[in-house]
């Protein structure tokens, strides 16, 4: 096989399982970078977009709760149109901060380093949380207050920095908040689309000229996106029925083994 499709499938792989787990999908994207060999800049939009086929992984996965959503809106539910609120409200954070912060959070991708500190902290911080946190209140995200859901949406922005895990900050979060661990996955879950899709189409703005001019074009976008969309749909079920079982722990351990192997690879490489 084609070495370019080759790493165009290996990435789409590493993106579908690790976008909707607490182990950070950038930090891994950059990590492969580096142990690949490949340039970063050059597959930087791609890894973005084809964040958008495990989005369409979870609204094909929760098709009916989002058609029940829909319904409901229609309806005039107070359920449904709390559940569009609360996750809006948690992405203003997001949306603001990654704007306001976007070049620097650029510069940060360039740093296979702060991926493996972050790794390692993050699998600490899942840990310490694990253990602590016992009052878990609100068993749907509709129920879950304002407040707490505006508290979630800053503590998501902390996975700007890479390495963190947008879906673990915004799971931990809302453990720390008393959202129980299967609603608080979904809910990570339901946040990633508004949060991806704007992140796919403020750099689409920015560089989309580089598709057409790169060497990473449409076809390998494509292909990219299919493969993490199949993927993402594997994972996911897995992933809920396990944390909603045995919690977040495995994948702490996993953060700080792979976080420390990445950091010594690194120092002596």
């Given at each position: 096989?084609?070495?370019?499709?080759?790493?165009?499938?290996?990435?789409?792989?590493?993106?579908?399982?690790?976008?909707?787990?607490?182990?950070?999908?950038?930090?891994?994207?950059?990590?492969?970078?580096?142990?690949?060999?490949?340039?970063?800049?050059?597959?930087?939009?791609?890894?973005?977009?084809?964040?958008?086929?495990?989005?369409?992984?979870?609204?094909?996965?929760?098709?009916?709760?989002?058609?029940?959503?829909?319904?409901?809106?229609?309806?005039?539910?107070?359920?449904?149109?709390?559940?569009?609120?609360?996750?809006?409200?948690?992405?203003i954070p997001s949306a603001v901060i990654g704007l306001a912060l976007h070049d620097y959070i650029e510069m940060l991708l360039g740093a296979p380093q702060v991926v493996a500190w972050a790794l390692m902290i993050g699998g600490v911080a899942i840990l310490i949380i694990?253990?602590?946190?016992?009052?878990?209140?609100?068993?749907?995200?509709?129920?879950?207050?304002?407040?707490?859901?505006?508290?979630?949406?800053?503590?998501?922005?902390?996975?700007?920095?890479?390495?963190?895990?947008?879906?673990?900050?915004?799971?931990?979060?809302?453990?720390?908040?008393?959202?129980?661990?299967?609603?608080?996955?979904?809910?990570?879950?339901?946040?990633?689309?508004?949060?991806?899709?704007?992140?796919?189409?403020?750099?689409?703005?920015?560089?989309?000229?580089?598709?057409?001019?790169?060497?990473?074009?449409?076809?390998?976008?494509?292909?990219?996106?299919?493969?993490?969309?199949?993927?993402?749909?594997?994972?996911?079920?897995?992933?809920?029925?396990?944390?909603?079982?045995?919690?977040?722990?495995?994948?702490?351990?996993?953060?700080?083994?792979?976080?420390?192997?990445?950091?010594?690879?690194?120092?002596?490489?």
């Open positions: 096989m084609d070495l370019h499709y080759l790493t165009v499938i290996l990435l789409g792989i590493v993106e579908g399982l690790t976008e909707f787990l607490p182990v950070s999908s950038t930090g891994h994207l950059i990590l492969a970078s580096e142990l690949l060999g490949y340039d970063a800049a050059t597959w930087a939009m791609f890894n973005v977009i084809i964040q958008l086929g495990a989005i369409l992984a979870v609204v094909v996965l929760y098709w009916r709760t989002f058609w029940a959503v829909a319904m409901g809106l229609v309806r005039r539910e107070p359920v449904s149109w709390r559940f569009l609120r609360n996750l809006l409200i948690a992405f694990e253990q602590a946190v016992k009052d878990q209140r609100f068993h749907g995200i509709a129920d879950i207050p304002v407040a707490r859901v505006l508290g979630i949406g800053f503590i998501q922005c902390i996975a700007m920095i890479p390495g963190v895990s947008r879906s673990g900050a915004t799971i931990m979060g809302a453990l720390t908040l008393g959202v129980e661990r299967r609603t608080a996955a979904e809910f990570s879950f339901f946040l990633a689309i508004p949060t991806m899709l704007g992140a796919t189409v403020l750099e689409l703005l920015k560089k989309g000229d580089q598709i057409t001019s790169g060497t990473v074009g449409w076809s390998s976008i494509a292909l990219g996106f299919v493969v993490s969309f199949i993927v993402a749909l594997l994972v996911i079920r897995w992933f809920v029925g396990l944390v909603s079982k045995h919690g977040f722990a495995p994948f702490a351990w996993y953060r700080i083994v792979a976080g420390a192997a990445a950091l010594i690879w690194l120092t002596f490489r």
